[in-house]
């Protein structure tokens, strides 16, 4: 991951194109550099071609008589002068097999620490790319996005050449949209063309630094007399008796590094000084030791300041990402092919009024989900709305219309006001108004809450002491005749169309019947929907509900065993399923394991891969036409101002694309074939986490039990103090922050030694990976857990 470090300042160089200067002018940085009284090093990743050609010789031969100190030195070198990715599947030795980028990118991140270590004085650092922005690497990944994980940076030397200013703005924007700093630009003065001119005005809007360096000499036949003009020229570009206009770049740079560490540094007290966070008991906040400052974030993992850091280590270091940020995270943090598809659609469209009009990403997205995604064989409709919690607001106007036109001849008017939900304890739906009406009162909920509804305590699946049970509610107790079953394995308790007949499910409906008729003769509220979390209720603390339950419930209010008509009965069922859809916990939508398919539901988080705010409510065609009228006071009045986002739509779009791929990645089929059957045949549910080690934490002393679907894990701590406002799972694995220092250094980009940053809920840690998070860096969080766990 990135480093950044105070003495030793690092700055990447990246070209416009091949053959525009890098190496002359990251030469002349270096003397300059030295010239400064700095400790120089150069390095050069990979260089292609003969020695004599090579970029670290260049370096070493006109630099070492003039510096105070420089190190010059290359890591990979390869005998052909072609690309590299070319250039390693020519050499002879080796049989032509190119390292991993993982393993590039860890060769120069541990090249770097290095450096840091050993030098006490003020340094600087050059590193030269190869060829162009998006040259192919030694894998064949573009450079760009192949030293992205690093994060160092970056120097941009345009083209002074026919066509160079295409190239320069074309690069510049490249590397702006994988998120890199670019400190300074630099490039050759030519009469002729006048790039610079063009450039200088370019990036001066910008407010990025331009330095344009005059031209070297003409390379001369006679070696000695080559060297002595390149010498010159050298000379007279960094001495400080003329312009010096490396020496103003070196300056310029070194203000830059001093400007982002002293930003790193005062931003803990400016948070604290203007931020009002979400979720954040301010007056638990003890200071600026509080405070996490995420300098960058890729893949999995954020760089975060390291307020310990001593003078020779990085004062940023990775934490990887283990709540998913808010499980939004879908493939990790910086994805490239996420930021082009938002690039496309903002270049194409920007935001554009959705009323009544439609463009290409909006309907792509709502045929995906409807005819190939969590709609399909139910869903006709699709609505967009901007998150989760307004998604939930579109679907209970929906349903509450619906019932509302059916009972019509059976319900007042005064009465439509006072229609409830039904639901299950610990549910949470998002933080607007109607969406906290539709939980019971509970830590989330405010002044104006309102609960409208009845909420039944469900039977929750877990592992423990090594063995799959189903804890059963008091309330439900006296019908099953037990508070826990002991199942068969976890396959058998998502067979819900196997469990269907068996005395249990019998118990549920007995008693949900029971429950709604004694609500009915009290008087309590008319129910007009029955909302649920399908499987994972999140909020209320990664709750995993028997499956059943829900399937019976279902069947229960609408008065039948679910099939697949398309017209709702009993009460319009609505899915919440923005926290588990789209593969969260292992599956695209919940319909298909539970055996019964809703009215309503509603995706995000997952949809967007994180990148940005968007929701769907998929409705059938039946909740539809309850609002179809020709009285326009009759319609949907509902609606955002980026209402179908295109760029929203657009990176929906390429999310799922990329879901599509991961489906059937190895990684994938790995890990289904670990949660496999005892007879081999697959199981109905699977975990990107291990099941040997879920077995093994669920028979610690410590552990109440563990459960996990997908890419989620949850464990439940043992202790008096249970609850939201607990802070006992908080305090039993607080040392996970601290980066690993056990040896495993090769899981986090660039093979540094990383920390965890979770969330808890309560007596509830929970643990959740990218949909795309490798199998190493899985199983390094496993022994990371499984260590805090034993030590405690």
């Not at 069922?573 to 789209?582: A, N, Q, R, T």
Request: aromatic share 10%; glycine share 8%; with cysteine.
């Amino acid at each position: 991951m990135s480093t950044l470090f105070k003495r030793l300042r690092i700055h990447q160089v990246f070209g416009a194109n091949t053959n525009v200067g890098k190496t002359i002018l990251t030469t002349a940085l270096v003397r300059a550099s030295a010239q400064k009284g700095k400790n120089v090093f150069y390095l050069k990743p990979v260089s292609t071609g003969p020695m004599d050609d090579a970029d670290d010789y260049h370096v070493n031969r006109y630099t070492t008589k003039h510096a105070r100190w420089i190190d010059a030195e290359c890591l990979f070198r390869y005998d052909e002068p072609v690309s590299p990715h070319l250039a390693v599947q020519m050499q002879k030795s080796g049989e032509g097999t190119p390292p991993s980028d993982e393993t590039f990118v860890n060769s120069i991140a541990n090249r770097i620490r290095t450096y840091a270590r050993s030098t006490l004085d003020p340094s600087h650092m050059y590193l030269e790319t190869a060829g162009g922005v998006h040259s192919p690497s030694l894998s064949g990944t573009s450079q760009a996005d192949c030293y992205r994980p690093l994060f160092l940076p970056t120097i941009l030397i345009g083209d002074s050449k026919l066509g160079g200013i295409s190239s320069t703005i074309s690069s510049y924007e490249s590397l702006l949209l994988r998120g890199y700093i670019i400190d300074a630009v630099m490039l050759f003065h030519d009469d002729y063309y006048k790039n610079g001119e063009y450039l200088k005005k370019y990036f001066a809007e910008r407010g990025v630094f331009l330095a344009i360096v005059d031209a070297p000499p003409p390379k001369l036949s006679e070696p000695w007399e080559d060297f002595t003009s390149t010498e010159k020229y050298y000379e007279s570009i960094t001495s400080s008796d003329g312009p010096n206009i490396v020496g103003s770049v070196v300056d310029h740079l070194d203000s830059c590094h001093v400007k982002r560490l002293e930003e790193l540094e005062s931003m803990p007290r400016r948070t604290l000084d203007s931020i009002w966070w979400p979720f954040v008991q301010h007056g638990l906040v003890k200071g600026e030791k509080d405070v996490t400052v995420i300098d960058s974030a890729y893949s999995d993992f954020f760089s975060v300041t390291n307020k310990d850091a001593s003078s020779e280590s990085s004062i940023v270091s990775p934490q990887y990402d283990g709540s998913a940020s808010w499980w939004t995270q879908t493939v990790g943090h910086a994805h490239p092919s996420l930021t082009l598809a938002a690039a496309r659609a903002s270049g194409r469209y920007g935001h554009v009024m959705f009323p009544q009009a439609i463009h290409l990403p909006a309907l792509n997205l709502a045929e995906r989900l409807i005819q190939n995604g969590p709609g399909k064989g139910w869903a006709s409709r699709a609505f967009f709305s901007d998150n989760g919690s307004t998604g939930m607001e579109v679907a209970l106007k929906m349903a509450l219309r619906a019932f509302s036109i059916r009972q019509k001849d059976h319900l007042k008017n005064e009465e439509k006001k006072e229609l409830g939900i039904l639901g299950l304890k610990g549910s949470y739906h998002g933080d607007t108004i109607g969406a906290m009406d539709a939980c019971e009162e509970g830590v989330y909920t405010c002044e104006w809450h309102n609960a409208k509804g009845y909420w039944f305590d469900p039977p929750t699946v877990g592992i423990k002491d090594g063995e799959v049970n189903i804890t059963v509610p008091a309330s439900l107790a006296s019908f099953s005749q037990s508070n826990s079953v002991q199942a068969e394995s976890l396959s058998w308790v998502y067979d819900v169309e196997g469990r269907l007949q068996t005395p249990l499910a019998r118990a549920y409906a007995l008693y949900i019947t029971r429950a709604l008729e004694a609500l009915k003769q009290r008087g309590g509220p008319k129910l007009a929907a029955l909302v649920l979390e399908p499987l994972v209720m999140g909020a209320g603390g990664m709750l995993f509900v028997d499956p059943l339950f829900q399937r019976v419930l279902v069947d229960t209010v609408r008065g039948r065993r679910s099939g697949s008509s398309t017209k709702w009965s009993g009460l319009p069922v609505i899915f919440d399923e923005v926290f588990v859809g789209l593969h969260r916990i292992g599956m695209e939508s919940t319909g298909p394991l539970l055996g019964v398919y809703p009215d309503i539901s509603v995706n995000a988080k997952v949809l967007t891969g994180g990148l940005v705010p968007l929701a769907v409510t998929l409705t059938s065609q039946s909740i539809f036409e309850a609002f179809l009228s020709d009285n326009k006071a009759e319609a949907l009045l509902h609606g955002h101002s980026y209402t179908a986002h295109a760029i929203g739509c657009e990176v929906a779009n390429e999310t799922l694309s990329l879901i599509d791929k991961l489906s059937a990645s190895e990684d994938w089929l790995a890990a289904q074939a670990s949660w496999a059957k005892s007879d081999g045949q697959p199981s109905p549910v699977w975990s990107l986490w291990d099941p040997n080690f879920i077995t093994a934490i669920s028979k610690l002393p410590q552990v109440k039990e563990a459960m996990t679907l997908g890419s989620v894990l949850a464990i439940k701590v043992q202790g008096a103090s249970a609850g939201y406002t607990s802070q006992s799972a908080q305090t039993l694995l607080q040392s996970l922050n601290i980066a690993s220092q056990d040896g495993q250094l090769s899981s986090a980009p660039g093979g540094a030694a990383f920390g965890i940053h979770f969330r808890t809920l309560g007596d509830v840690a929970y643990f959740m990976t990218s949909l795309n998070t490798t199998s190493t860096v899985i199983r390094s969080i496993e022994d990371r857990i499984w260590t805090t766990l034993n030590s405690t």
